[in-house]
């Protein structure tokens, strides 16, 4: 069974940073497209970022574009969100996603758990 494993959420004070990880496991990771989503609740899930195969082409939400890195290692089966600058209306749930494409989350067919991330005014 395919899993999806995000860690490195957290707590943190407006302007600082985190990187969030998310492990796939029973998929052959270099093969497929990979994205981060997230959530607050009432709300629907958003895309953030997602990254090509071979890391080739990324894409950001307007609202990261500039704070955010995507960037994955096939060898460690691991995809990777850098987030630098971080604002109180970033805090949501992180989500990690594979085998689909682009920013809409009917696209893809794998997700993690989550990983919550809380920035502090």
């Known amino acids: 069974q395919v899993q999806l494993v995000e860690s490195g959420g957290g707590l943190v004070q407006a302007g600082g940073s985190l990187r969030l990880s998310c492990t796939v496991s029973k998929l052959t990771f270099a093969d497929v497209n990979m994205a981060w989503f997230r959530q607050v609740p009432g709300k629907e899930r958003e895309g953030v970022s997602c990254?090509?195969?071979?890391?080739?082409?990324?894409y950001y939400a307007d609202s990261v574009k500039g704070r955010f890195t995507v960037s994955r290692d096939n060898a460690k089966n691991t995809l990777y969100l850098q987030m630098n600058s971080l604002k109180p209306e970033d805090t949501a749930m992180y989500y990690c996603?594979?085998?689909?494409?682009?920013?809409?989350?009917?696209?893809?067919?794998?997700w993690g758990q989550g990983t919550q991330v809380t920035v502090s005014s």
């Open positions: 996603a594979a085998g689909g494409y682009g920013l809409e989350m009917r696209h893809y067919a794998y």
């Open positions: 990254i090509s195969w071979n890391g080739g082409s990324r």
